[in-house]
């Protein structure tokens, strides 16, 4: 899954409202990433607009699972908090120094086959005209690369330097037990960023959208868990079948209670006796 770094920055794996079994309908505003129309091949991205309803519920969603976390169990939550802060760095930074080798020999690679585009030119072998558009090729891939290595050392640099200090995030947590909105102190003093990626999947008006929270001085500390097509699809077949019972349920209950009501006065009144056929 892509993800842009910069501008709309929002952990956990999330579905939207209507998978959560919440109505289909999004609020009125949305967040898009900064990146999406920038004309620059080496540093635009895809779209990841994410409305701001479904944000602040993910992120109040987030808060309440940490802070019960905390509550039920400080010591073992730190102690969970130091093992992921360690695996996710030691993966992270190990990752992106193969990436940066990847990167970099591409980058040799296309030095040589820029020399050969040269080379071919001067000797009449292949037009001008080619030698441009080939060129051209070429260098916007080499741009990509030299941003991505950019990215890349950034991300390990941040990652060595960085330190987690799940005491003093407790310490902050524990001003906001049984938390029910979102304030911008909450925001302001429990989340470090959050990122959006794009939209996985699309099926009947239900999204698959993961976005990542990292919390203050601890990180991310919701994996995120893998769902193929497959798995999502049905995921939503069942949550609309279960929709479905729910409201022939209330459908049901209705008219039962309305049945009741006019048995009782039906006694009285002649309207409801002959409503009910009597």
């Known amino acids: ?4 770094r910069r501008g709309l920055q929002v952990g956990i794996r999330v579905r939207d409202r209507g998978e959560q079994g919440l109505p289909l309908r999004d609020s009125d505003q949305d967040f898009q990433g900064s990146n999406f129309r920038n004309n620059n091949p080496a540093k635009k ?16 969603r987030a808060i309440q699972t940490v802070t019960q ?4 169990d400080e010591e073992n939550f ?10 996710r760095q030691s993966g992270t930074t190990e990752a992106a120094n193969d990436e940066i080798k990847q990167a970099e020999k591409r980058i040799k690679q296309l030095d040589e086959l820029i020399m050969g585009l040269y080379e071919g030119k001067q000797s009449g072998v ?7 558009r080939i060129m051209k090729q070429y260098d916007d891939e080499q741009a990509k690369l030299e941003e991505r290595i950019k990215d890349l ?4 640099s941040s990652e060595t330097t960085a330190k987690a200090n799940p005491k003093k995030f407790v310490a902050l947590v524990k ?24 939209i996985e999947y699309k099926y009947h008006g239900v999204k698959l959208q993961n976005v990542d929270i990292y919390f203050s001085f601890i990180g991310d500390i919701f994996p995120n868990e893998d769902i193929d097509e497959e ?3 049905a995921q939503v077949d069942e949550i609309v079948e279960q929709k479905r019972i729910a409201k022939n349920r209330r459908i049901a209950e209705r008219f039962k209670e309305r049945v009741a009501d006019l048995r009782e006065r039906a006694e009285t009144e002649p309207e409801a006796a002959a409503e009910l056929g009597l």
């Open 1 to 4: 899954t892509g993800v842009c």
């Open 45 to 60: 991205c895809d779209s990841h607009s994410i409305s701001a309803s479904s944000l602040e519920e993910i992120i109040l």
């Open 69 to 72: 976390s905390v509550f039920d």
């Open 78 to 87: 730190t102690r969970q908090v130091m093992a992921q802060w360690e695996s």
């Open 126 to 132: 292949i037009p001008d005209r080619q030698v441009q």
């Open 153 to 156: 050392q950034t991300i390990i």
């Open 175 to 198: 001003k906001y037990k049984d938390v029910s909105v979102v304030t911008d102190e909450m925001l302001h003093e429990l989340i470090d960023r959050v990122e959006v990626h794009r």
């Open 231 to 233: 798995t999502f699809k």
